[in-house]
């Protein structure tokens, strides 16, 4: 059973082993410190997760990853970037599909959020299957406008809109 809940103090050590892991972070943004530290949790846990709707993904009473969406500004005021991920050991038994169901669904039930919107990077295969598997549609792909560790991506563009 998946639940979404607020970051807490005891997660920081998991929070420091799954984020210090390449296969993890490769795809997510380089503002993620690396090595990510226990003051990194710290300040995530303090601060940085307190900026839009962020929650941890538990399963069994065990954080296991993050989901968040992050609203725009003015004429983007309805609109929210979301982004997930999850711990490795917990990779291709649909965790991360049920979390982003429940959390879409949130998101529209209970905030004036109309359209979620998500950024890949072209090899991330899986979070695209994830995606589309939550009813997200591919609206563009961007030739390489992302670069990280030296390497341009294409960026495929994912969105959902609020069928209220």
């Known amino acids: 059973m998946i639940t979404l809940r607020a970051f807490q103090v005891t997660d920081k050590p998991l929070l420091v082993q799954y984020l210090n892991n390449e296969n993890v972070t490769k ?4 503002r993620i410190p690396q090595p990510y530290t226990m003051d990194d949790a710290e300040w995530w846990i303090e601060a940085g997760c307190k900026n839009g709707f962020t929650r941890a993904i538990i399963y069994k009473d065990m954080l296991i990853g993050s989901i968040a969406a992050i609203p ?9 970037e979301i ?11 649909g965790l991360t599909s049920t979390a982003l169901d429940i959390f879409s669904t949130y998101i529209f039930n209970h905030t004036k959020i109309s359209r979620l919107n998500a950024s890949v990077f ?3 295969k899986e979070s695209m299957r994830v ?3 939550c009813g997200y549609k591919l609206e563009g792909i961007f030739e390489k ?7 341009y991506f294409n960026e495929h563009y994912y969105a959902k809109l609020n069928s209220q």
Request: charged share 30%; aromatic share 18%; no cysteine.
């Open 27 to 30: 795809y997510l943004s380089a």
């Open 72 to 80: 725009g500004e003015f004429e983007r005021e309805r609109s929210a």
């Open 83 to 93: 982004g997930f991920w999850l711990a490795e050991p917990f990779w291709g038994k």
């Open 122 to 124: 072209s090899p991330n």
């Open 131 to 133: 995606l589309e598997k």
């Open 145 to 151: 406008s992302l670069f990280k560790k030296g390497h």
